[in-house]
């Protein structure tokens, strides 16, 4: 089943969605980027996409974040095969590190300023846990930021197949928000992509305290 593959990419298919991904995922994660940059009031100095994937959103990291010291973490060889390719001269400058794991693999990086995941957040077990170390690693001022799309948004293989893989879909950014809250963060942030009628994505951003 294809959908199974989306949460860790493996093998041939795994190949062919990532660059399904990397094509058609690219303007969110681009955007994601964007905002975080627009809510980050100083230079950070860490940076972890978490769940990185092919790689397009960390390019646009480096690029939008010059100064800072950028991580890929992702479960699949698959993907971070894949980011490898697409961000080669970045690796070799030594500004960018690719690490193969999950959120568990972030103590040994803190402290960080910024973590961010885009489409990650429907395959947690224990999103609060999640985001729980991911506050755990962070420095006091430091942005975590999860990109997403809601249920009633999501191509009608994901609202089907998600469910049913024990995958968690999220009805509204409310949902969304208690988990950050329960993680104990403060203040939380959402932005829309798009229209409200016909939203692209969806960014849920806390700054530690």
């Known amino acids: 089943m294809i959908a199974s ?21 690219a303007p969110f994660g681009q955007w994601v980027v964007g905002e975080i940059r627009g809510a980050y009031p100083t230079e950070p100095s860490r940076i972890v996409e978490l769940g990185s994937g092919p790689g397009v959103a960390l390019q646009e990291t480096l690029r939008l974040f010059p100064n800072a010291q950028v991580w890929g973490v992702d479960p699949s060889a698959t993907m971070l095969s894949q980011a490898r390719k697409r961000n080669a001269s ?16 972030l103590e040994l990086l803190a402290p960080l300023d910024i973590v961010f995941a885009v489409h990650v957040l429907y ?9 729980q170390q991911l506050r755990g690693v962070m420095v006091p001022g430091g942005l975590v930021a999860l990109g ?5 948004n999501m191509p009608q293989m994901a609202q089907t197949h998600f469910p049913r893989l024990g995958h968690t879909v999220y009805e509204t950014e409310g949902d969304v928000e208690v988990l950050f809250r ?3 963060f403060g203040s939380v ?15 849920t951003f806390a700054v530690t305290e």
């Open 5 to 25: 593959h989306f949460g860790q990419p493996r093998g041939p298919l795994g190949r062919l969605i990532g660059r399904g991904m990397a094509k058609l995922n």
């Open 148 to 152: 997403y799309q809601l249920r009633g």
């Open 182 to 184: 329960e993680a104990g």
């Open 90 to 105: 970045a690796i070799k400058a030594g500004r960018l590190s690719l690490v193969g794991g999950d959120s568990g693999s």
């Open 123 to 131: 395959f947690w077990k224990e999103p609060i846990k999640e985001l």
């Open 189 to 203: 942030t959402h932005r829309l992509k798009g229209s409200s009628e016909r939203p692209e994505g969806r960014l």
